[in-house]
């Protein structure tokens, strides 16, 4: 395309972004408008997509980071003839595909992005997917705003990216000096961005984003570089075009004060339409199929960590399929992840402790088709949250695996220590939440969360516990294990993982009383086996539940909602780590947090003698 | 002290660190080798404080980022006088409070450590409190480990710090080369980290950090640099000191393998006492105490956003009170703390799009004395969720304000709606969790947040809603608000923000139809209002909660927890954000998600049709 023909598609975009925003009432032309041209020179002349073969495994990636210039990146797709001038105007309705921030529910989107700083993130697992598993020479294109270079994950990003040595990655950097509320802390200064990129080993080219020709030339540089990732600094006006706006605060996030008038000023609606460099052909490697599985097998009596059963598992996942990928925070040997490692160690990926990094990068493989477990101490996921949060939003299916679940963690203390995360977890939109108790039941737990859709969440252990269930028992996703039955029960013990076994010593204990207790393994938190739960509660009429977890958001409140139906409720009462924990033992700590086998004997006692239970 | 003096200091930490790992039987001495010369000048020449007055407004402030070392800062309390050998022996047991790693259970510890990457964001809230509100001479220093440079947040603030000038502010740089599972990305390449803060504006110098003139003129050179916060690189040896773990990996976190030798090898344990040089006097300038206190009132009728009243209630706090200061994400236009920066700007900090420094910097600024009030979107404090978990460790008191909450956000789609955060905060030990429904529930509420101890959250909403409380009405913390009562009421709504207004037009709905409905505004979601929940449980057998938000963690959970006392329970039924939403009219989405007016009118006849509820 000729120089003055990428400038209309520019100006061609900017109209578009306006005509959208205006549509719908609201949205974020000007920021769109920044970026037209650097959009449109890519989209011309560099980016490789089959816009009718979205799976196509040649395709580049395009991430709008600054997911918030969605009218831009809906302009691309009219342009390409993906979408209809009729669909571009239903931009942000109700049951419209173009949603205010891009979701996947559009095909040409891969991740949802709309919280600043993940673009990056999610495109180094992409590009480290493309380099070391794929071996497909696509190219992964990032664009963000300056704003959003403030975000420690940008820098997590950054890191591991020039680390990693990923020259098929650039990052397009929109700097039009203005953030939501006024100007960002460099302003214009590219020099800054330079500087700072170039010290953690990035290739920089600095332009001016309005200059095709130069955008052109710095996306061939980009093209051409070798061994490093390359960010093009481009030096934008937001809003460029419309005199009304560019340049001036106050403009973010709302439809041009005149559109009509904009529109003539850009010089009027345009119909050009590109058609898109198709990818060279590309053929997957990655298989769901490959030797047969073969779980690791723990004997019943067997002292084992659910940590170390996991590691082993997962090497054992990694051997029977070739899509299987390890990522660590720099906690491998704590995780357990190391025995992965040691055996596929070319699908083994570390992070290092970047945690926003850990989680990115297993959203941008997963995307690639491949079905990453991310493992890090539970404690430590929190890091992470927002971008678990977008993985529900992308509809990604990753798995996340937290190890030294609660106080039974001991000594190192309450810094240490998974508390909060089952709630965090059960939280998120579909996803799945599993805490075993022994080694067998993690092996099969691993195995099943490889077929899972969206979010799953594996919360190990860091102590031994005693292997109670053969490695033929099965453990299906929403099951639970009754672990102590008679007709005779009084009350009802719910437990999780260490807590399970402090519920069988518990009913030892209260055996030798003659109160007799029910045990249901709750394995599976999200979702709960409400059949279960119910039956025990129609059978005892009280349910106990104990856990290493904050008595919000975990095993307590998942009890609870299996009788939300408008049944009847039993009478429900929670164990949980209700103090601030300091440095102790294992056992003093589940001591300590009220929620070991005496504690759990004593509640049932006290139910018993206040006849709250019959 | 002379260099020889220096060095045998060093040595006595050495000792020090491994005689209280090998007491715990676990720990990190090897990592707190490494950093102990460091530790032995900065404690001996450069420290000002009084630890006989840890809170001397005078004192500096150190922190251990990498909380792990906490062996080392023990050993230097022991050094200073502040505990004697018997405590540092007594490190890491039940009861002592020499934790695993630091917390405040210290009074010479400010802030909680453990995670890492945390330390420096902190720590530059103390030096930015010391440079623009305290104005004491008070030097901030932070000892970092060189694995936890991975972490994005330390990249926030050395952002954050640079900007700010805050040549009070030290890092040093404990680079030993060894992570916990092997080496780091940079290993022994100092340059690699001055190139990086150096491109970040900061001052750096690289030395040998066991050469203790070296550490002295660095440290001196660190204290004399203006305008530049600094960097101190710190080439150092894992272990150091005793060659069967010295620069050796596999030997991260654990006692060594023969304490008794090692300490031979070590010199023998050492009793050096120092006169840790004292602070000059210093004046707290902000008070609680300033004038009174004239909350913005607001009209019954009127239509006002609760993010809006919660801008103007903080712009009347800070004028009653010197000590309270605000915090924005770059989001200020819309969380509205605008309001307060137009009155009291130096009280107002911009922390950009950088949300762990945002939380970091507030628990900085807390431990310095002052009141802060941090805010962005809900959706985007999921972004410092390790930060806000590590706050509730350090028992500090910040007041966390979340904007844009739930579906009724409306077209942005859910990238930018909080739907997770009532789980988050609610998990939290000792957190308080307030989501007002009108414009003066929310100015009472924010008044009340200053005097609250902990994480405190309060949950505002972007569109405007009306005003349905008088100004002078109490909203005690813990309360609730029963909107409509009578003796024929046969469910309870309960709810809270939004859908309080939803409920109330619900039950308008159902009064043509003859269905009393009781209405429970749950402004307090954590503590809840168990009392008046139980009574209303009484009186109508059926409750159902209604809320913007997922169905887990939130309103449904916070209800079903006031009657886990073993009480009778009532029959509970939930309604939430079950979809996945897009982008559409705030009215689509309450629709789409089931929680507007007619939904829960449905829900209400459908309980009543069915014979659930009487």
Redesign the interface.
Known sequence: MRNDQLAELGQQLRVDAVRAADA????HPTSSMSAADLAAVLLAHHLRYDFDQPDHPGNDRLIFSK?HASPLLYALYRVAGAIDDEELLS???????????P?P?LPWVDV??????QGLPVGVGMALAGKRLDQIPYRVWVLAGD??M???????AV?HAA?EHLDNLTLIIDVNRL???GP??HGWDLEAYA??L???GWHTIEIDGHDVVAVDAALKEAGSTVGQPTAIIARTRKGRGVAEVEDREGMHGKPLPDAAAAIEELGGPRFIRVDVHKPPAAKVLHTALGGPLSLPAFEVGESVATRTAFGKALAALGSARSDVVAL?G?????TRT?YFAKVHPSRFFEC??????LVGTAVGMQARGYVPYASTFA??L??A??FI??A??S?AAINLVGSHAGVAI???????MG??DL??F?????STVLYPCDANQTARLVAAMAELPGVSYLRTSRGNMPVIYGPDEEFPVGGSKVLRSSDRDRVTVVAGGVTVHEAVRAADLLGQEGIDVRIVDLYSV?PADAVTLQEAADATG?LLTVED??????I???V??A????????????LGVRN?P????PE?QLH?SGIDAESIAAAVRL?VE?A?VR
């Open positions: 719908a009432g609201s949205g997911g931009f942000r309705r109700l049951d419209s595909r173009l949603e205010g921030h979701t529910r949802a992005t709309g919280s600043l700083g704003s959003e403030a975000e420690g994950s940008v820098w997590e890191e680390y953030g939501q509320r960002t802390r500087r700072r170039g010290a953690f660590d720099e906690v491998g040997d704590s190391e290092y402790i970047a945690e926003q990094e404690a430590f929190t890091r949250h927002d949060r977008m529900a939003v509809r001991g000594q190192d203390g309450p810094s240490q508390l909060e709630a965090m059960r939280a998120l939109h579909g999200k009280c977890h904050r008595p919000e958001g975990g307590g409140d998942a609870a909602e009788f939300t139906d408008g049944r009847p409720m039993p009478r429900l009462v929670r601030m300091g440095s102790a033992t003093e300590m139910l206040q709250v």
